[in-house]
Structures are given as C-alpha cells and as structure tokens.
C-alpha cells in the first residue's frame, strides 16, 4: 500500500461547480497536511497548509483534515477556469534520527470548463 | 512568485553530457531540497540540503550529485546524461523543519 494515495483524474467540471480533490494515507504519524496548485510547465504553488484535524478555509478553497480516517480533502467553491491545473497533497513528519518525511500525492489534474 | 531562483529556465543537451542546475532559496531558508518531474509522474525526491549540509536522500542516482554552498545557494550537477533524465527539476527551500517547500518554476532538462 502506498502511503499516499491520490486519484489522478483527469476531472472535468463546468464553471462554477464545487470540486472536491482527496488523498488517503496509510502513516498515522503524518502531522501538517498541505496541498500545492501545479499549472503547467510552472512549479507547485502552496495553496493550503493544515495541522490539526479540522477545517481550514481561505476564500473558495476549503481543507479538511480526518485523522481518524486518514483521509484529505480540498473543496473549491465557485470553481473558475483559473483554477485548472494538477492539484497536489502532501504531508509530513518527523522521521527517525530528527529529519522530515516529506510524501507527496501524484496529484489531479483538474479542468473547468467555461 | 515563491521567492525561489532556478536558472536556467531550458536545457537541451547530448547523451553523455554533464550540466549544471542552480537554485536560490527564499531569502532565509536554509533548507534547499531537488526534485524531479517526469513527463505525467509525481514529484521525486533526490536530495535536500540544510545549512550546506546533506540532510536526506531520495531516489537520487550516482550520476547525479548536488551541494549547497556557504551563501545558501544549491546546485545540481547531472552527469553522464541519458535519454531517460529528461524532466523537470524542481528546488523548493523551507525555513525549518516541517515547515511547507516553496517551489521554483524549474529547470526543464532535455537530452537528445
């Protein structure tokens, strides 16, 4: 099983939808919770970024986190066309020895449609 | 704009080249980490860098090499190229551990 698992899509919607992106993890001692909005030929952009179980909202997007079911997600309100591009989560913790695991999901390819 | 300098923007080079990726990190960020990203693959990591130190290693091959120097800046060196190294290279730097990576816009590496 891998530690991250992310649906790859591709998925579509029309303009003003509501898109709900998810990962599912496997490491329970996973902590901070992130996801990064990738457009093309460009690098990963910090989107959102969580500890807690819980939600977290910063204008259309929405992160929400369930420990106890290892599972999280992104919520966008009101998509628009801007917001097509591969969306990323990844998590982190502390490994042995003090360093940082740092695991990245394959990401989503997300398209709106005008 | 992330605060992170990748140069250059495109590579073309032969098999059997070597070359050289930079990266400034965000001003303050000590930790420097590479990655590489395949045409419809995720993200792989190959090497982060704390403070000029080595800190942890990936999947990085032994034809590939990288240190981050006293000014904080980090360079990849690739060598020995293949066909099957064209990707894109990402640096991202963090301030501390556990903190989110800041991403570059990358170096775009072809091998011909």
């Known amino acids: 099983q891998k530690e991250v698992e992310q649906d790859p899509g591709p998925l579509s919607v029309p303009e003003g939808a509501i898109v709900s992106l998810n990962c599912t993890y496997s490491n329970s001692a996973f902590q901070y919770f992130m996801w990064y909005r990738q457009y093309s030929r460009k690098g990963p952009e910090l989107l959102m970024y969580?500890?807690?179980?819980g939600n977290k909202e910063d204008g259309r997007f929405t992160a929400q986190v369930d420990k106890s079911s290892k599972y999280i997600s992104l919520f966008i309100r009101d998509s628009q066309p801007s917001d097509s591009a591969t969306y990323l989560c990844a998590m982190s913790a502390k490994a042995q020895g003090g360093s940082e695991k740092l695991v990245f999901g394959k990401g989503t390819k997300l398209t709106v449609n005008p | 704009d992330s605060g992170v300098t990748q140069t250059p923007k495109h590579l073309i080079t032969a098999t059997g080249q070597r070359v050289t990726l930079r990266c400034s990190p965000r001003s303050g960020d000590l930790s420097v980490y590479w990655y590489q990203q395949s045409l419809d693959q995720g993200l792989q990591f190959l090497i982060q860098?704390?403070?000029?130190?080595?800190?942890a290693k990936g999947n990085i091959l032994e034809r590939f090499s990288a240190q981050q120097f006293p000014d904080l800046h980090s360079e990849l060196n690739l060598s020995s190229l293949e066909l099957g190294d064209s990707a894109l290279y990402f640096c991202?730097?963090?301030?501390?551990?556990?903190?989110?990576?800041?991403f570059g816009n990358g170096t775009r590496l072809t091998v011909t």
């Open positions: 991202a730097s963090s301030g501390a551990d556990l903190s989110p990576l800041h």
């Open positions: 969580t500890y807690s179980s």
């Open positions: 860098y704390y403070n000029g130190e080595e800190r």
